[in-house]
């Protein structure tokens, strides 16, 4: 399927801020990468890329209010974290903003933040190259280059270093833990062992 590469670029471009949209870029482009080096889709990785935060730039407010209006499931967690939301919320306006059908690229974008058990190469794509993505800083992320390398080598264990320190930072800050990327660590500590 041919999708609108450059006018889906000029649409983020118009909702995202200048910050936000150089990071998209740079999860379309690695997740392109990626996409080449581990046998996936390279279009459906290229399209996830670029709209995984599409609705990213929206407050809290906004996203539980879109979320609550297209009538998308809030859990106690998300209704407290509200940032949660736009990942499911981003699948909703690919398809319905952006008319992209294709469910895999729907669920890549909708798990990109939490992960989720038993993820599809291309949602283990999206996650990871949004984690590692060439504007993140090595002096906030613990072992980034590591993962960088791993995430073209080992792709699993990738997945369980980048849910490993997102845990470890949640915990940090004393934030609430979404109990889907609790359960996607401890699916990959399963397969990696």
Known sequence: MQYDLFGLQQAMAKV???KRFYHT???QTTSFA?????????EKALIAGLLHDSAKCLSGAVLLSECGKYGLPISDTEENSP???????GAYY???KYGI???EIQ???????TGKPDMSLLEKIVFTADYIEPSRSSERIPNLHEIRRLAFDNLDFAVYQILGNT???LKKIHMEIDSTTVEAYEYYKNIIR
């Not at 940032?83 to 919320?89: D, M, P, T």
């Not at 669920?107 to 933040?113: E, G, L, M, N």
Request: no cysteine.
């Open 83 to 89: 940032y949660l939301l736009h990942g499911k919320l």
């Open 167 to 169: 845990l470890n930072y």
């Open 16 to 18: 995202q801020t200048e």
């Open 34 to 42: 990626m996409a080449l080096k581990h046998g996936a889709d390279e």
């Open 101 to 103: 059908t294709d469910k």
């Open 25 to 27: 870029l740079g999860v």
């Open 94 to 96: 690919a398809e319905n």
């Open 107 to 113: 669920s890549a974008i909708s798990y990109h933040t």
